[in-house]
Structures are given as C-alpha cells and as structure tokens.
C-alpha cells in the first residue's frame, strides 16, 4: 500500500496543553467554553493545543462532537499556535473517518493513538497507521499510552512505524523512560511529545522537544517557564519548577480520574469560563476534596 502522507513535520514544540472538552449541566457540549480554555492557555505563552487527548474525554464524545470541538479550537486560536487534534478509536475505520474530520476542520496533525481494547499483532498496528497516513495530508503522530489503551508498542514495531511517510513523532505517556530513550535513540527524526506532569524534565533531557502537561491545562506559565528555562540553559530553574509542577499534580489527581483539573479551573481566579461537569461515568472531585484542593493551592501561592 502506497503512503501520500506528508513528510513535513509543523514545528511543534514547547507546551502543548492537552485542553479540556466543557459541558453543560445536563453534559450538553458547550463549545464556547471549549474554545476559551484554549484561548485561556494560548493567552498564556503555550505553544500549541492538543484537544480530543485523555484531558479533552475523547472516548466519551459521538463522532459530531469530535469533529465539532476540533472545529471550535481551531476557529478560536488555529491562526497563532498549532493545533494537533486526537483521533483515537479503536478501529481504523472510526481513526480514519475522525482523521479526516479533524484535517478538514483545520487542525495542523493529528495523534493518532495504538488501537485499543482488543489486543493486536503488530502487523496490525503497521497497517492501521498505514491507513492513516494514506487517508490524510497532515502530519500524524502516534499515541502511545499502554496503561489506558493495553497495546504497549514495541522497539521494532516503531521502526516499521518511522518509515511510514506522514509519521512525524511520539507522543509518549508511557511513564518508560527506558522505552522513550530507546526510541529517540534510534529515530532522532521523529519529534517526541513527553505526556506524563512527573517527567517532563527528565523527558526533556533524553530528548524531547514538546511537554503535553495537565497542570498546563490550569498554571499554563509554570510550565512555560520550565520549558523556557530549560532551553535557555538554566537547568537549576527547570528543575525546581519540576518539582512546583509536581506538587501541583499531586494536588489535582487526589480525586476521580481526571477530574481534578477542571475542579482547579474552578478555582482560578483568572478563568471566566465554566468548564462544566465530567461526561458520565467520570466524576468531578467532590466537595471535601476541592476544598483540600483550593486549601493546597493557596498554600503554593497559585491562586
């Protein structure tokens, strides 16, 4: 099969917030508060926006709203920083289809996660990205996220993946320093999106270039600065806004499964926005843990 993908990367690069999809009450999309968390982090120095990623609740959305949300993002800051929309499902079929949504509502590329739920052979995973690639003229990256997806992609299976045309980088959170390492070693051509608030420094060391960080979802200048401060050589300072990144971390994952980041948007003094309620079965922190959460931020000096 024959791949017309482009070869080209889009300059990603710095953080790249993984935005949030915002509801209604009634978990109604609400498009416009959609849009102004992504205005809200690009306002804030982020160099690129990543919605429909685990932050943006991609599996919970119907094939409209995927394509609606990307619209929204891209409408309101695609003309200042890039945008790189996920496109995961588990058959190629569905990727595709929400592949070519996303590049016809303009996002810069897609991530493309490694299929999930039903366990694949590697040969399979060649050809999903195959299809991919042929199906669309933007770049695409691969999503690589074995805890929540179950496919975990091996060394060699990447090589076949890094000869496709059209496949331009990793986004990697594994949490297997070992396994990034490994890869940018052997594929220095790709660009490496490192996916996990705890590492982003370490990541950075051993290779890559963009920082997708839930705590840049709500404190987009914390890691800003780290990226800033480490590409600028002050590996001193990048190291202790690691840390200030992490202790944020540790503050909004107390709670449900993701639910703590749009709980600390509530409580930002600069969000005039609602970022709404989880999509069901995903829960909101409860009262007792916001509280804990507003108690921890204040004691950080956040808001």
Known sequence: MANTGPTHDVSIHGVIPPTITAFTDEEELALDATAAHARFVVDRGVHGVFPLGTNGEFPMLKPDERAAVVEAVVDEVGEEVPV?????????RNTVSYSRDAAEAGADAVVVGVPYYYPIDNDAVVEHYEEVTDAVDVPVYIYHFPARMGNKLDLDTLDRLAAIDGIVGVKDSSGDVAWLGQAIDRHPELTYLAGLDSLLFAELEIGCTG??????????????????SYVDGDETRARELQSRVF????????????????????LHPEVDFDPGPMRRPLQRMSEEEEVQLERTLRTLDLI
């Open 247 to 266: 202790d944020v971390w540790k503050a909004i994952d107390q709670g449900p499964y993701l639910g703590g980041v749009k709980s600390a948007l509530d």
């Open 84 to 92: 790189i929309a996920g496109v995961s499902a588990p058959s190629t």
């Open 211 to 228: 920082l997708v960080s839930a705590v840049s979802n709500v404190f987009p200048e914390m890691a800003v600065e780290l990226y800033e």
